[in-house]
């Protein structure tokens, strides 16, 4: 299904930690799921040490799976932190009103209003279909989404699998994007969003120069498993460079139409205290949508990834 997992793979930050005995942990294809896109976490308490072992099997199901959903995770903001840093350093989002208090790290991401009307938290996260932070230069590598409160009806998330998406391309668009790299900015939906949603603050100049565009191939090779993937997103991606812009923006929404195939896609119901862990590398994402009237909060954090090559 993948490439073998070298040692030189698992991240130092996960082999410098204490061991502890094994959990006994069980992980499962999603059920029903296309492909080997999602599997499941049973029987870990991410409360508790994660020894080297398990956190070897957790790491490889993640490089084949994609999207890990752990189940009924009772942890605390810090339990979640310390895990998602066994991945790598953990990214700081931009909208900084935002972040749980205590921890930066944390992005709410919440429809909840507080007392005095304000939200709690990033309403329309993943209203386009993207991957996360993919405006940096360093992209996220994962972002683990821990559920706290969930509505009674929605709230779904959709994930796609970008590798399947990519081999199933025609050969002649492949060599067509293989040399083509595109610009990816946060910039490129932000207005928009804000009509849409007016409690989204009005950047300042230096939340605009922290997020300034990035140039990333528009198929990027996975850096642990060697695979090829789609990267582009009809949320971030603005243009491809070097190409006429009716050209660009052409190519553009035929990738991005190729990119969400039904058959390549994932729909995660959340569960009480699930935890979804997944790659950006393979996968983008989308928020499916929440009634008005339902409440919804979840908390999540990104780790840095590498330069897309
Ligand atoms: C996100 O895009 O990170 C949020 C996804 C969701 O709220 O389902």
């Known amino acids: 299904m993948s490439a073998v997992l070298s040692p030189a793979s698992i991240p130092p930050s996960a082999l410098a930690s204490g061991d502890a005995p094994p959990q006994g942990l069980v992980i499962r294809p999603v059920a029903g799921a296309a492909g080997p896109l999602g599997a499941e976490v049973l029987g870990l308490d991410l409360s508790r040490p994660l020894g080297h072992e398990d956190f070897a099997r957790i790491h490889r199901a993640h490089l084949d799976h994609h999207v890990l959903v752990f189940r009924d995770q009772r942890i605390t903001p810090q339990q979640h932190v310390e895990f998602s840093r066994r991945f790598g350093p953990l990214q700081i989002h931009v909208l900084k009103n935002f972040q749980l208090v205590g921890h930066p790290e944390i992005l709410i991401v919440s429809n909840i209003k507080d007392a005095a009307g304000q939200p709690i938290g990033l309403g329309d996260a993943g209203h386009y279909w993207h991957s996360d932070l993919s405006y940096k230069d360093k992209p996220s590598l994962g972002s683990l989404l821990h559920a706290q409160e969930l509505p009674g009806e929605g709230g779904d998330t959709l994930f796609a699998d970008q590798h399947a998406a990519y081999d199933a391309l025609p050969e002649t668009l492949k060599a067509r994007i293989a040399p083509l790299k ?128």
């Open 182 to 309: 595109a610009e990816h900015s946060y910039l490129a939906k932000y207005e928009e969003l804000r009509a849409r949603s007016p409690w989204r603050p009005q950047l300042t100049q230096a939340q605009i120069d922290e997020v300034a565009p990035s140039i990333h191939p528009v198929v990027r090779t996975h850096p642990e498993t060697g695979r090829k993937a789609l990267f582009v997103s009809e949320h971030f991606t603005t243009r491809i460079v070097g190409l006429p812009e009716d050209e660009g923006q052409a190519l553009l929404a035929e990738l991005f139409a190729a990119s969400v195939r039904p058959e390549f896609t994932l729909r995660h119901q959340w569960q009480p205290h699930d935890m979804v862990f997944w790659d950006n590398r393979s996968v983008t994402h989308l928020a499916a949508g929440t009634p008005d009237t339902e409440r919804r909060k979840l908390y999540r954090t990104t780790i840095e990834g590498d330069l897309p090559f």
